[in-house]
């Protein structure tokens, strides 16, 4: 082909067809979520178990799920803005191998002050990866597909937290909770080097940064090999990137209401999802339900995450993401309510599974929605923000159910009050479509499925 002087990464992205390099990206970034689904939902399977051989009752458990979730919360909230100065691809490999370590030394904890403490470490690392993993996908992109890349590459978490429920029904009877955490650990010190062999950086985040050429130009030729650079090759990127704290470019330039507004769903969101992935083996287990079901029935909901995530990228990308996650977290809320009146294994088993398209297939849109609005100077940023905040709502969530269980609310109570925060959520984005300014943004990231550039 004819040498190129001058190279736009989006325009290059968005003219060509999806790689096999792009569809790496994806999958490393996806291993990676995985793994952090793993660790996350572990305590949650584990955790009547832990009660039992430590002695612990429910107000005790509470703090354990609390403090890992403030461990996340303050790692999303910090290698966000690390990444967007350093980079996505030496934060997603640090906290992968920090967790895997952490998880290791969980399984020598012997009081609930210590699993507290190891909880609220690990969670640093298990913060640190989600936000970065959303963004280094989404950068790799074109915009006609980020919808449906991002929401695949997220299925990662779900299954990751699926597959830790059913390797936790044999692991326990056979090794202990301890068998769990060892697992949990072992694996992201497997996966960290093959992420530091085979991941790359963020293009954008490259050019962004400049003096970068070599490296950009080795990605560019893995994108398109079709393309001969010259020595005097250019690459550029045509959006916005201010110098200054990053955090504060989220309330710049017509981004203060749609963060507020994002930060809301996201509270609502990961404090229903929290509440509900910590409490259901615990709450299904004294509703009589043995042990290996109230797991499996737990599993359940992530793997209904799995398949909402799956079904709603294409989704996103046709018609809007404010359509499709307003709609969709009604529809968690309304299997999340009927999961009180059930009784049978088969409408348990069901309504559970519902209730994860909804509410983790809403989480996983609005992750999309993140990622959408914020340019790349400040992406893994304002992704890492909004999970941030929102898992202040994931240390309330399972704080919440605590004390429901504690007073010994009824079944239906315990799930009605579950649904309100999905109700939220969808209130929340519905706002944000009808508020004069972010309509503007939605109709950008509406545009992503015909790949138009906004205006």
């Avoid at 039992?52 to 609390?66: N, T």
């Avoid at 709609?327 to 994860?356: D, H, Q």
């Amino acid at each position: 082909m004819t040498t190129q002087t001058t190279i736009d990464i989006p325009a290059l992205l968005d003219e060509q067809k999806v790689s096999s390099f792009q569809i790496r990206v994806l999958v490393l970034c996806a291993l990676a979520v995985m793994l952090d689904g793993f660790d996350t939902q572990a305590i949650g399977y584990v955790a009547p178990v832990v009660a039992r051989d430590l002695h612990l009752g429910y107000r005790a458990l509470s703090p354990v799920f609390a403090s890992g979730l403030l461990g996340v919360m303050i790692g999303a909230l910090t290698f966000g803005p690390i990444a967007d100065r350093f980079g996505r691809r030496l934060v997603i490999i640090f906290c992968t191998t920090f967790f895997g370590l952490v998880s290791l030394a969980t399984a020598m904890a012997d009081s609930a002050s210590s699993l507290m403490i190891l909880r609220f470490i690990g969670g640093l690392g298990l913060g640190g990866v989600m936000p970065n993993a959303i963004a280094l996908t989404s950068e790799f992109c074109p915009r006609r597909s980020r919808g449906t890349m991002v929401m695949v590459m997220f299925c990662g978490f779900p299954i990751g937290a699926t597959i830790g429920g059913f390797a936790a029904a044999p692991i326990i009877p056979a090794f202990g909770w301890r068998g769990v955490f060892i697992l949990g650990g072992m694996l992201p010190l497997v996966l960290a080097p093959v992420l530091f062999v085979m991941l790359p950086e963020s293009v954008r985040h490259l050019v962004l940064r400049g003096n970068n050429g070599a490296r950009v130009a080795k990605l560019v030729t893995r994108l398109n090999p079709q393309l001969v650079l010259g020595s005097d090759t250019a690459f550029v990127i045509r959006e916005e990137c201010e110098p200054g704290i990053a955090i504060a470019h989220l309330f710049r330039q017509r981004r203060a209401l749609p963060t507020v507004l994002l930060w809301i769903v996201f509270f609502a969101s990961l404090l229903d999802l929290f509440m509900l992935s910590n409490w259901l083996p615990t709450v299904f287990h004294d509703a009589g339900i043995s042990l290996s079901f109230s797991v499996m029935a737990t599993a359940l909901f992530q793997a209904g995450g799995v398949l909402g995530s799956l079904a709603l990228g294409g989704m996103v990308d046709r018609f809007g993401a404010y359509r499709v996650l307003t709609l969709i977290y009604l529809f968690g809320a309304i299997f999340v309510a009927s999961l009180g009146p059930s009784r049978s294994i088969i409408a348990i088993m069901g309504c559970t599974f519902c209730a994860g398209i909804g509410i983790i297939g809403g989480q996983t849109g609005a992750n999309v929605l993140a990622a959408s609005i914020y340019p790349t100077f400040i992406r893994a940023t304002g992704v890492g923000w909004a999970l941030g905040v929102g898992r202040i709502g994931s240390i309330v969530g399972p704080i919440l159910g605590g004390v429901m269980l504690s007073r010994h609310w009824p079944l239906t109570a315990i799930f009605l009050a579950a649904a309100i925060p999905a109700v939220c959520g969808s209130a929340a984005i519905y706002l944000m479509s009808r508020t004069q300014g972010v309509a503007d943004l939605g109709k950008q990231i509406g545009s992503l499925s015909a790949g138009v550039a906004p205006e």
